[in-house]
């Protein structure tokens, strides 16, 4: 699917807090209220099922638990994620993520939830900006939409494409305001969905260098996007946050064209899958992988790019990339995990003098904690590394996850 690269760099946040408080904080978590307990203080308890309040102990285990705040018609989950992204200086992500829960299939199977996100952004650098999404499903899971818009304004650094990227970074601004909506449809009783998207955004870059190498895009151009994407998805996923077992696999392929309101005519396909299969009862392995490949006019800030934890965003752009990242998430106790993940990439562009491959690996350590068991949801933080950088990230569910 088509990306928009002044948020790109959002999707690998690094946070300055330290991480020994937040494993302090994880493993202290008040787990030691009993249901009776609950029920003692004005909480809930299930008999009190007409009577429940908003609480944040959970009557099976009394621990610390986001689930009926969530269930809740206005209830949200506040977070605040420090940015320390080299490229945009220190900074902060402030969003408020509403979830609303959407009952059992006919068949009795769960429907995804829908999620309602809206925020904003700063940094020391000038970088700031807005954002609103909602994702929703509809007609007993049969329909799912999606609609995300945003602007924002970014200072980055370009690194090149293929073997011009010797010459990076050079630095650069580039102002975004966008609209994506896309709408997907179930196959009959399967887990299959074929799906439409269309992408709009109105673009302003500037580069800050006065003189750049060949091959370079130009110091200052506006641009447009506008393209229609086609998808097929199949999702057996057991949940949408952190799952435990299925998989995930979606094909895409993206056109943009003056007709449909873009500057260029180019073309976009991704593929992308991610499955997941416990081990036993207390670990389970994750496999993701991406082929994510450009064709025709495509603006530098629409090339593919590795997004690996611990490999800087936009780091290594190519006309095509693939790279693939393996996770084990184990249970240690009532709701805290370890996990360890490793990963590799290639990127491959073939621009005449600049024809080149360039290859990345990464891998790293985090802590998870069940924070909404109603909804499987975790929270937590990774630490990735590899030969360009070190990084710290705050996790959402899953470090891949995909409504």
Request: proline share 5%; aromatic share 12%; with cysteine.
């Amino acid at each position: 699917m088509s990306k928009i690269s002044s948020f790109a760099w959002i999707h690998s946040m690094r946070i300055t807090s330290c991480p020994w408080l937040c494993g302090f904080l994880l493993f202290n978590l008040p787990c030691s209220v009993s249901a009776g307990e609950v029920e003692e203080v004005g909480l809930a308890s299930p008999a009190q099922e007409n009577k429940r309040n908003v609480t944040f102990f959970h009557p099976d285990d009394g621990c610390f638990d986001l689930s009926e705040m969530i269930k809740h018609p206005l209830g949200a989950i506040p977070m605040v994620i420090p940015i320390t992204e080299p490229a945009v200086g220190y900074g902060a992500v402030g969003s408020l993520i509403f979830i609303s829960e959407n009952g059992e299939d006919v068949e009795g199977k769960k429907i995804r939830p829908n999620i309602l996100a809206i925020g904003a952004l700063a940094t020391e650098n000038g970088s700031d900006g807005y954002f609103a999404g909602h994702s929703g499903t509809w007609l007993d899971g049969k329909l799912q939409t999606l609609i995300a818009l945003g602007d924002v304004s970014a200072n980055l650094d370009f690194y090149g494409i293929g073997s011009n990227s010797r010459f990076g970074p050079f630095q650069y601004n580039i102002e975004s305001q966008f609209i994506k909506t896309e709408a997907r449809y179930r196959l009959g009783n399967t887990r299959s969905m074929l799906g439409i998207a269309y992408t709009y955004g109105d673009m302003s870059t500037r580069f800050k260098a006065s003189n750049l190498p060949p091959g370079f895009p130009e110091k200052q151009f506006d641009s447009e996007l506008g393209g229609i994407g086609l998808l097929y998805n199949f999702d057996s996923r057991d949940n949408i946050f952190t799952p435990n077992h299925g998989l995930m696999a979606e094909a895409s392929i993206t056109f943009h064209d003056p007709a449909f309101g873009a500057s260029a005519t180019y073309q976009r396909a991704n593929l992308t899958s991610l499955y997941f299969k416990p081990l036993n009862e207390n670990l389970v392995l994750g496999l993701k992988s991406v082929v994510d490949m450009s064709f025709g006019d495509v603006p530098f800030y629409q090339r593919p790019f590795i997004q690996l934890r611990g490999v800087p965003a936009m780091r290594y752009q190519g006309e095509h990339v693939a790279f693939a990242e393996a996770e084990l998430r184990w249970k240690i106790r009532n709701r805290l995990s370890l996990v360890g993940f490793a990963g590799a990439g290639v990127s491959i562009s073939d621009f005449g003098p600049f024809d080149d491959t360039e290859s990345i690996w990464s891998g790293g350590t985090g802590i998870r904690y069940e924070i909404a068991r109603d909804q499987q949801l975790h929270m937590g933080l990774d630490i990735g590394f590899s030969e360009e950088d070190t990084a710290i990230y705050v996790v959402f569910g899953s470090a891949w996850m995909r409504p």
